[in-house]
């Protein structure tokens, strides 16, 4: 099986732009289902991405991207809260509380899970890195200003350009687990792992 052209079900234009960025290097071809997906309260990116998948009735391959970002001294927050932390405190408020904080690190986590008919699978995605004492940079969305991934030269993802941030970004190492998936045409068993009809992949 080798899918060239797949969907991507997301109310988030950024992720679309990134994903759909990382998948064409795979010769795929991203179009945009938009969708406000139904989200379970889970810890794990990748259960609330499958089951936003699984629910989702829609009869084309297609994918679910969960993300977030994970705040080490406050034992993962805002995690599977980030669009509601970033709709309530926002980043302003993220900094608040770290405010006269050493121990600042972080990690933005990415499950992307795919459905092509009988056949699922996920995908995960992660960096590490550290929340900036103050918003810096326009580029990217979201937590971007206030996160410098540790793989870099200390900017922010905010500070960096499209490319950069694709180079280490939690997102187009998920992505680029799949395109390698759909590049290679592997089959993968009905069923297997998960009890979800998807398997998993290992991470990062
Ligand atoms: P969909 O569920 O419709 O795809 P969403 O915006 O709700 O869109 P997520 O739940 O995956 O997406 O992500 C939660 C929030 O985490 C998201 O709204 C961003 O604000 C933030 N986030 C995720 N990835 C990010 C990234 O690469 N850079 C900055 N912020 C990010």
């Not at 971007?144 to 793989?151: A, H």
């Amino acid at each position: 099986m080798r899918r060239t052209r797949i969907w991507m079900g997301t109310s988030n234009d950024h992720k679309y732009m990134e994903a759909r960025e990382v998948l064409a290097e795979y010769g795929v071809e991203l179009e945009r289902l938009d969708i406000d997906r139904v989200e379970i309260q889970a810890d794990d990116p990748e259960l609330i991405a499958e089951y936003s998948l699984r629910v989702l009735d829609v009869d084309v391959p297609i994918l679910i991207e969960d993300a977030g970002l994970y705040i080490d001294k406050y034992y993962g927050f805002p995690g599977p809260y980030s669009s509601y932390a970033l709709r309530t405190i926002d980043n302003e408020g993220i900094l608040k509380l770290l405010e006269g904080e050493t121990e600042r690190g972080a990690r933005y986590l990415s499950a992307v899970a795919f459905r092509d008919g009988d056949t699922g699978v996920t995908f995960t995605g992660e960096v590490t890195g550290r929340i900036a004492t103050e918003m810096r940079g326009t580029n990217g969305f979201g937590y971007d200003p206030i996160f410098i991934p540790d793989e870099g030269d200390g900017r922010t993802f905010g500070e960096m350009k499209p490319a950069e941030k694709a180079g280490i970004s939690h997102r187009a190492r998920a992505f680029r687990k799949l395109g390698e998936w759909l590049r290679e045409g592997q089959p993968t068993r009905r069923g297997a792992g998960t009890g979800t009809g998807l398997s998993r992949s290992s991470s990062p």
